[in-house]
């Protein structure tokens, strides 16, 4: 079945960076965009950006320009969202999801079970 | 950017209970909305796209309206699994947002 396998949690000081892995399986991969979302602790679901698997074309939103960076590895099905300069409010659960398009319409399906980054001294 | 208002933030109800929980977007979005289910630690799954369709899968007590600023999902008969938090998301236009949520909880 279709699936998103992300890598395991992370426990990261202020100022480092983190890179989190999102692996997908049980469909084609170049065909289909993958975004990142975060959710900190009993917060909402916060959209980060998405990447083109089959191109490598990224784009993030205005927040996190300059601090975020999507890359794939097509060879291993992978997809990476790496976060630089971390703050104590980087502190959140980091998910891909695979974006289905319709002719007017996308829908995010399925998800990653989601990588806990927590940033503390 | 677009913005999502979902009401109410919390709701509490019985099993069997009809509910139903809107979403307003701060400009016309078309049909560009869908629907999520998270239940505590997981991750969020699709409930309904584009509105009013409904994934393979997913109970037909489920479904969803609306079109251009103001959506509904409604759940016929509440049931003991459908406690969780709902968010509605619009893809009309980057940056994709989310609604904050709506937690439904048992009375």
């Known amino acids: 079945q279709v699936q998103l396998l992300q890598s395991g949690a992370e426990v990261k000081k202020p100022g480092a960076s983190v890179k989190v892995s999102c692996r997908a399986s049980?469909?084609?991969?170049?065909?289909?965009?993958i975004h990142w979302v975060r959710q900190a602790p009993g917060q909402g679901l916060e959209w980060m950006g998405w990447?083109?698997?089959?191109?490598?074309?990224?784009n993030s939103a205005q927040k996190f320009q300059g601090r975020v960076t999507m890359t794939k590895d097509t060879s291993v099905n992978s997809v990476y969202m790496e976060l630089n300069s971390l703050r104590s409010d980087d502190t959140a659960v980091y998910y891909c999801?695979?974006?289905?398009?319709?002719?007017?319409?996308?829908?995010?399906?399925?998800w990653g079970q989601g990588t806990l980054v927590t940033v503390s001294s | 950017d677009i913005q999502m208002t979902q009401s109410p933030s919390s709701l509490s109800a019985s099993v069997g209970d009809r509910v139903t929980i809107t979403c307003r977007a701060s400009q016309t979005i078309s049909t560009s909305l869908n629907w999520y289910q998270q239940k505590p630690g997981k991750a969020p799954k699709l409930l309904i796209y584009?509105?009013?369709s409904l994934p393979s899968g997913v109970p037909s007590r489920f479904s969803g309206s609306g079109s251009g600023t103001d959506f509904s999902l409604t759940i016929s008969s509440l049931q003991p699994e459908d406690f969780a938090t709902y968010y509605c998301q619009q893809t009309y236009s980057s940056p994709l947002t989310f609604g904050g949520g709506t937690k439904v909880e048992i009375k």
């Open positions: 584009a509105a009013s």
């Open positions: 049980g469909y084609t991969f170049i065909g289909y965009y």
């Open positions: 999801a695979r974006i289905v398009v319709d002719v007017d319409s996308g829908w995010f399906d399925p």
């Open positions: 990447i083109n698997p089959n191109s490598g074309a990224t």
